[in-house]
């Protein structure tokens, strides 16, 4: 098998090479691309649909042709094998015919989320060392065109953006030129030949960690090892030619994206129908509309589906076979209602854009569906539940997941320091997750052992927002811990102890982050003042004593009105 020797870009952890060997040699790394099974399905199916996007509907061969222009327009503007884009786009189909040209160029496209504003944008871009930035026009209120400027004015590596959407107003100062992104796609006569050929460790996109320091992770993922979790996710969700997939969720999320995603369905050969949010009444319709077989949510879309069907009735239809739900803790209860109400099998899913997904699978009996998070897709996924001390706890008690395996990296992106902490020596990734094994092997996610806090699937690190505090005049010490609510699982609430004569409000920490640009969903959303911070024994700040003060504090004021 030709294992050509992948790009040298530095700062990338590789697997050992021995173990490296071994996941070739069982086959589950083919050193094959994952736009190499796209263009397998563009033969077999060139006239079928692959993607629908509000009224454009493309076939295989046009999503095909639109990455093959595109690729030309991503060299022609001078980028080149290894080179770093970031990539911030809504669920479009241009995402898509952009990722695979990124695949087909050798471009490596850092995964950027939607809700992602300056301070995100412009680390990222920094960290990645981005050589352009992708962007749309506007995102609700947002003018994305004048945020991008800034970013590229701090991250000095970004020398061109691409814009999704009206470029016809000019904007005062754009210091780096900016481009249509429809230009770059329209259909031009593609090159005959591949203009690269990825070789199987070859990196095929970026993406972020979930965020328990200051700012976001990068993610490396290799064709071998992201093709490998396309394919075991494909095989445990049971995707074919025939399954229609509807993306509501943002396809920049590992979720959406390859799990299986968007990716999958091509790879399978279905077809993907693009929505821009989850929205009950137009998701519930489109599922009608476009008979759609298999979507995924985060738990607090799932039970607005719930609500809005119960209420409303507005899913007529049979067609949905399974709701994938992942990204926070889904309640039992809640799990209970999904197939009563929307007809469709539950997958619980428990994965990690670092690698390890854990899924039910489809014909698992009732109680495992509803009350576990699954297993791994995989049987070469290693899993190790361990106290603090690092030793194996039985099944059945909580303990710190760990975990290796052929899609799992062994380190962050240039962050030799994060990783000495986040992998053991021998290459075990601790998730921060504590979870229970049960003897089926089935994992219940029971808590968590990292300061973050998940708020409906959206990651927050505490430290972030910690620090922005600390910028306040008068903050003494902060605190971001997670407040339990009802939808979202989980909301940001921020303990603060300030100097005497001071005052700080909710709305000065609010304002200081937006002036910053930090994505919305970061910013707190209750401030307690305390006169002290509780500390444990040793005199670190007792977050799990906050967490259990802010809790009695909501139970009596429910109890209060
Ligand atoms: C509890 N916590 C969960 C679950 C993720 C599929 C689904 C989700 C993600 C994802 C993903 C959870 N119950 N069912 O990448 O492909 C928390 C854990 C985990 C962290 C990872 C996918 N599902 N989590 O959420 O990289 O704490 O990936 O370690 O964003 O989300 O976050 P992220």
Redesign the pocket.
Known sequence: MSTRTPLAIDGVVRWPDDTAAAYRDAGYWQDRSIQSFIAAQVEIRPDDPAVIDGDVRMTYRELWDASTSCARGLLDHGLAPGDRILLQLPNCWQFGALTIACFRTGVIPVMALPAHRRTELTHLARLAEARALVIAATDRSTDLRVVAQQVAEDATTIESIFVLGELSAGLPDSATPEFALAECIATVPGAKREPFEPAGQDIACL????GTTGLPKL?VRTHDDYAYNIRK?NEVTEIDSDTVYLASVPIS???A???P?ILGTWVAGGRVVLLPSPAPERSLQTIDAERVTVT?A??AVAQSWIEHQREHHTLKGSSLRVL???????PDELAARVQPVLGATLQ???????GL??MTRLDDPTGTIETT??RPVSDADEIAIVDELGDPVPDGSPGR?LTRGPYTPRGYFRAAEHNARAFTPDGWYG???IVIRRPDGNLV?AG?D?D?I?RG?E?ISAEEVENFAYQLTGVEMAAAVAMPDPVLGERLCLYLTVADGHTVTLADVADLMQTAGVARFKIPERLVLVDQMPTTKVGKIDKKAMREDIRARLERELSST
Do not use: T, W, Y
């Open positions: 993406l972020l960690s979930g993610i996710c999320h590992n979720f994206l390859a799990c995603g995924a985060v738990p994938q739900v992942g990204g926070s803790r889904m619980q899913v428990f994965g990690m854009a670092e997904i854990n998070q699954g997941l998730s921060g997750d996610v968590r990292k973050m998940n699937g990651k």
